[in-house]
């Protein structure tokens, strides 16, 4: 069995480090109530984040649900197994379910479509404790950070990490030096896993472990932040291709990246070579892809990371490493993408009519009854701030009338929550010494004011505002 699945920690105690993160997690599942944000977990791998996650869940006796990036993570399945879950009790007689989505900073292709939604909306309406889990925090959209508190978990130090190692040699009857363990220690650059890994590759077929025994190394392949970084620093010619053909990334994304980046160049003289370079990788990279000559590639990688390391006066980045300015575009696209379909399936179900019906004959005409009281059809079509503002095209109107609605739903909410107490207390008291009500001698039930203020939108009521 591996190592790390089998001495993973069942209790936040047995959990190696990072003892603020796990005090911060314990009181919040302490004190959890409905108003209490979830939770992210976030940053480098091995760091012990799923694992503290199911270690809380279980030291709170609290069923775990889980999500990670080996399932498909699409809207529907997050609804029927996240969703369900948030939102009813649990079946094993656990007090709470916590729910956990692992990953989510890893949300992206056919394969996780509408999941950054579904998660938004499980967020909303969950009834059930929540926990995210990811490597980059400003990876997750914003929508969803805002929504959340965030708990980072830093990199273990060598001499945390050398007692666990001991105690599992301890357990599998495996001795090892001091010197041993804390080389396996310090090569896995605070990450418990790799640690771990690294231990177990090393003891196959031996009883003893000493320095002696070469264990295996964390892969330590550059990434692209190391690459950026290295080209506003005196890193020697030959090491910068070394390092650009060690990034798991294609050439084209590396292109991409580096022209993101060239904020650091102040001189506009340096700045226009920069982008020669650049330019005339390009065109490596489209006899590349147009002629399937992939030998060309390497010429592109020469020519975008020297001649832009060439004119970078090896000053230091001194800004903040971005992303590709496309990659936001694509991003902010797709999610306005996301907002329309949901917006269009929401309002041609409320009409009773066919999607494409909808977009191409009544959207114009919609968007003006809308204009003149978004309150009410964002309440009858369950439209959010950003699916509002697709009509009324004014973002702050669209997040007042959200923040309404958001009001009344906790007010009926608490309403809900009191009667629900008032029902089993009865239950409790048996209706010992109480008489009931004749239901003829009972008030009335007070008018509803959404029925006087407008009855619910259809075909025919809708263009009565013209």
């Not at 006066?313 to 971005?322: D, E, M, V, Y």
């Not at 306005?336 to 005409?365: F, G, N």
């Not at 739903?409 to 009667?419: D, L, M, S, V, Y």
Request: glycine fraction near 6%; aromatic fraction near 6%.
């Amino acid at each position: 069995m591996d190592w790390g699945e089998k001495y993973r920690p069942s209790h936040l105690d047995e959990v190696v480090g990072n003892s603020t993160a796990l005090h911060q997690m314990l009181e919040w599942a302490r004190t959890w109530s409905r108003e209490k944000k979830p939770l992210i977990l976030y940053g480098k791998p091995g760091t012990g984040k799923t694992s503290s996650a199911h270690a809380l869940g279980n030291d709170m006796h609290w069923e775990i649900i889980e999500l990670n990036a080996s399932d498909q993570r699409t809207k529907a399945v997050i609804d029927r197994v996240a969703g369900s879950s948030s939102t009813s009790g649990s079946l094993t007689g656990a007090s709470r379910r916590l729910i956990i989505i692992d990953e989510a900073d890893n949300l992206h292709g056919t394969a996780d479509r509408g999941g950054a939604r579904a998660i938004l909306e499980l967020l909303k309406h969950s009834l059930q404790p929540i926990i995210l889990i990811a490597n980059d925090l400003y990876a997750i959209p914003g929508e969803i950070r805002s929504r959340c508190e965030g708990i980072q978990f830093k990199a273990l130090p060598a001499r945390s990490i050398a007692p666990r190692l001991r105690y599992i040699c301890a357990a599998e009857k495996i001795s090892c030096s001091e010197d041993g363990l804390r080389s396996i220690a310090e090569r896995a650059h605070g990450d418990m896993r790799a640690a771990v890994n690294i231990l177990y590759a090393s003891a196959t077929g031996r009883d003893r472990i000493d320095e002696n025994i070469l264990p295996s190394r964390k892969d330590e392949r550059s990434s692209i932040f190391d690459l950026v970084i290295a080209l506003y620093g005196t890193t020697p010619a030959d090491t910068l291709l070394s390092m650009a053909y060690a990034v798991d990334e294609t050439p084209d994304t590396l292109l991409q990246w580096i022209e993101a980046n060239l904020t650091g160049i102040d001189d506009a003289a340096p700045r226009e070579s920069a982008y020669t370079s650049l330019s005339r990788a390009d065109e490596y990279l489209g006899f590349t892809y147009r002629q399937q000559y992939h030998v060309l590639w390497r010429y592109a990688t020469a020519l975008m990371v020297l001649g832009v390391a060439r004119v970078t006066a090896r000053r230091g980045l001194h800004s903040r490493i971005t992303a590709p300015e496309r990659w936001r575009r694509m991003s902010a696209y797709q999610k306005q993408k996301a907002v329309r379909a949901s917006m269009v399936r929401k309002v041609a179900s409320s009409l009773h009519m066919p999607q494409r019906t909808l977009k191409e004959t009544y959207m114009s005409p919609l968007a003006m009854v809308i204009d003149k009281d978004p309150l009410t059809y964002a309440r009858d079509f369950s439209l959010d701030s950003d699916e509002l503002d697709l009509f009324i095209h004014d973002r702050s109107r669209s997040a007042s009338v959200a923040k309404i609605l958001a009001s009344e739903e906790k007010e009926r909410e608490t309403r809900r929550e009191k009667e629900t107490k008032v029902k089993t207390k009865r239950k409790a008291d048996g209706h010992t010494g109480q008489q009931e009500i004749p239901l003829e001698k009972r008030d009335p039930p007070p008018p509803d004011p959404r029925q006087e203020k407008a009855s619910p939108a259809n075909q025919k009521t809708l263009f009565e505002g013209f």
